[in-house]
């Protein structure tokens, strides 16, 4: 399957990716989208063999049909070289004087113009998009599939709500109305990319849905290849029941070693969401001998993390990291340091993700902003309050402080803040990160950061009408884009109750314990959060029974 995007692009969608599972002080989320693309490829969202690339003359010009098949190889294979000199050479057999070769031509301009992207000349990957435009200037619908393969790459390159706006004005009728099935799954695959890649997994899902559907028809031995893409953005979603259903639905029909490996790594991540550890386990049996062992290891991990084995999550951990590859150490590294984080070792996890500062390098995948945002976590988790507000200060500023994925950052450093006795500060930079969720033109998982991190603020500052408020838009949001069986609502319900509670709103803090308590059985949260939820729940319950009128509060 052909790879879809470089490793700048990827670096994109794993930086907003990681910024989905939001962590603040203290708990750490295992996200899948973050997960899945840390040190990964992603597979294809486009069609396979030449379907999109009309024929060259066979009869006249043999050599062009192979020349195209030995590109879409290179494509295939990551080898990029001989893949553009066999475009190349398929172009150069075409007359400009036939209207169907000059499509052709521009069909391959655009294939071009993916490699460039993929090899990082987006120079001239705009300059082929704009030679493929004018030849598609009688095909509409190939034209408009030219803008946005454009706007792809600009959302890719950091431009993403102008990149999204220009993806979907470009291609939205054109992936419900095309007359050629081939142009409307292609206009779906990069939909679904699009608003993965922006962070919108719901509607990713959506088109991913439209492209499986598509193809039943249009293009049935690429079923599989299209469920293995649906099941990763479902997974991605927190749809895990409905990711393990096309999981085995399209394991049920492929024999592609490269599709089975995906499809296998996203069925054990969806079950270890849901606690089975033995169909976890059958489907690691299953990807064992098709992934790379780094791989492997990893998502080895993630299960056995998410299945609550938090020593074999360890040890499999450092199993990777000991077995990465020199230039993917630092990214590794910083992996591992998250799965100490989320298993309740804020300690090693401190340690580890300075390592991964110290071998990271340009090439590496992880940012110096990533590294210094968990280590302003870890640093707040372990009361280092100075230390957490300089790391949170060095995020901040190594990120783009008026875009989405600052939001987390402002919540995490405003936490630093209150902990090191700096109110107006910590209030400050809540405010920003809730103007800036507010902004956004449609609400992400990141908002829910700003009003769960004024929310604690205003708790400890006491003022506990405000406190509440914000976090009941927290627990709201979160459940929302992270689900009811997540550690990011287990948080959000946790300082929610501990809020009502301050506030002497004994009931609902019952309550609101009792709805943490319950989301924490149903995913993995370490057991320091587990015992503190059953102290705070024993507590109302207390007050509750007492009358609670003469009980100060206890947080």
């Known amino acids: ?326 230039a993917d150490r630092a990214d590794i590294a910083f992996w591992r340091g998250g799965i100490c984080e989320a298993a309740g070792n804020p300690l090693a996890a401190k340690e580890v993700y300075i390592r991964a500062g110290t071998l990271r390098t340009a090439d590496s995948a992880v940012t110096a902003s990533e590294i210094d945002r968990a280590l302003c976590r870890v640093c707040t988790a372990l009361h280092l309050s100075e230390e957490a507000v300089t790391y949170g200060q060095s995020a901040l500023a190594g990120c783009d402080r008026s875009s989405r994925q600052a939001i987390p950052v402002l919540a995490d450093l405003a936490l630093a803040c209150i902990l090191n006795y700096e109110p107006e500060d910590a209030a400050a930079y809540a405010e920003e990160a809730l103007a800036l969720a507010d902004r956004q033109t449609r609400p992400h998982a990141e908002s829910a950061a700003a009003p769960l991190a004024m929310g604690r603020i205003c708790t400890l500052l006491h003022r506990d009408a405000e406190a509440i408020s914000h976090l009941e838009r927290a627990r709201t949001e979160m459940l929302q884009f992270c689900g009811a069986a997540s550690p990011e609502t287990v948080l959000a319900l946790r300082w929610l109750a501990e809020a009502y509670y301050a506030a002497a709103e004994y009931k609902k803090s019952l309550a609101a314990f009792r709805e943490a308590v319950s989301a924490a059985d149903a995913c993995f949260v370490p057991a320091e959060t587990r015992n503190a939820l059953q102290a705070g729940l024993a507590d109302a319950q207390a007050a509750v029974d007492r009358g609670a009128s003469d009980i100060p509060p206890a947080y």
Not at 70 to 99: F, K, N, V, W
Request: charged residues 25%.
């Open 1 to 326: 399957m052909r790879q879809t995007f470089t490793a700048r692009a990827l670096r994109e969608i794993r930086t907003q990716g990681a910024a989905v599972g939001i962590v603040t002080a203290l708990i750490a989320a295992v996200t899948a989208a973050a997960y899945l693309h840390i040190g990964t490829k992603r597979e294809t969202l486009t069609l396979p063999d030449l379907l999109l690339i009309p024929p060259v003359h066979e009869a006249s010009q043999p050599d062009g049909t192979e020349a195209l098949r030995t590109a879409e190889a290179g494509m295939q294979s990551g080898d990029y070289a001989a893949a553009e000199h066999a475009y190349l050479e398929a172009r150069a057999l075409l007359s400009p004087d036939s209207a169907a070769d000059i499509l052709s031509a521009a069909e391959i301009d655009r294939r071009l113009a993916e490699l460039c992207f993929l090899t990082d000349r987006r120079t001239d990957a705009d300059a082929l998009l704009d030679r493929a435009a004018e030849g598609f200037a009688a095909a509409p619908d190939s034209a408009a599939l030219t803008r946005g393969q454009r706007a792809l790459y600009d959302l890719l390159g950091g431009e993403e709500e102008s990149g999204l706006s220009a993806l979907k004005a470009a291609l939205t009728d054109v992936a419900a109305h095309a007359e050629s099935p081939a142009d409307r799954l292609d206009a779906c695959g990069m939909l679904a990319d699009g608003f993965a890649a922006a962070g919108q997994p719901a509607d990713a899902v959506k088109y991913a849905n439209l492209l499986v559907a598509a193809a039943q028809t249009a293009a049935p031995d690429a079923v599989p290849e299209y469920q293995s893409r649906l099941a990763e953005l479902l997974l991605q979603n927190r749809e895990y029941p409905e990711a393990e259903r096309i999981c085995r639905a399209a394991l049920a029909h492929t024999d592609s070693e490269a599709i089975r490996m995906t499809l296998n790594r996203t069925l054990g991540l969806s079950c270890a969401h849901q606690q089975h550890a033995e169909d976890a386990e059958a489907a690691l049996a299953e990807l064992e001998p098709l992934s790379d062992p780094v791989g492997f290891l990893r998502v080895k991990a993630e299960c056995a993390l998410l299945c609550g084995d938090v020593r074999s999550a360890e040890e499999t951990a450092n199993a990777a990291a000991e077995a990465a590859p020199e």
